[in-house]
């Protein structure tokens, strides 16, 4: 009878410290990589502001409100480049399973801030860091 009881008492704390540091965080990340996907599909049609041609940059036209998508792109891929970083420094074991699986949250949310830092100007940094981005998320 005690055997049993202390049995269902550490398989319930095994289940408890699964689920709470493992099967948790993990879906936070295939959530957040999913809203990632999410951002790229829909901020992919947008212009710039400025094109890198030969190590110079020129402004292009856009309009008003071009010019607001794009500032709300850039804070939407900093912003998940923030939490994918704060999820790679905060949940560790979940982490190195995910490193495990072929997905580093550390190398994606330091693409995700390029990507951000990017984003207005057209040239090979803006491509470079989106087909990165794709790479490390494998979308």
């Not at 049993?4 to 709470?20: K, P, R, S, Y």
């Not at 212009?47 to 792109?73: C, G, H, M």
Request: net charge positive.
């Amino acid at each position: 009878m005690l055997e049993t009881l202390i049995t269902g008492f550490v398989g319930g704390v095994a289940a408890w410290f699964f689920t709470d540091y493992v099967a948790k965080p993990l879906r936070r990340f295939f959530d957040l990589r999913r809203e990632v996907n999410r951002c790229l599909v829909y901020y992919g049609n947008l212009p710039a502001r400025f094109k890198l041609t030969d190590s110079v940059r020129e402004q292009t036209n856009i309009s008003s409100e071009e010019d607001a998508r794009l500032t709300e792109a850039e804070k939407a891929f900093r912003n998940l480049g923030a939490e994918m970083r704060a999820f790679a420094n905060a949940d560790r074991l979940a982490y190195r399973m995910l490193c495990g699986l072929g997905y580093d949250a550390d190398q994606i949310a330091g693409a995700l801030i390029a990507y951000s830092n990017n984003v207005s100007t057209y040239g090979m940094a803006r491509f470079d860091a989106h087909t990165r981005l794709e790479k490390l998320l494998r979308v």
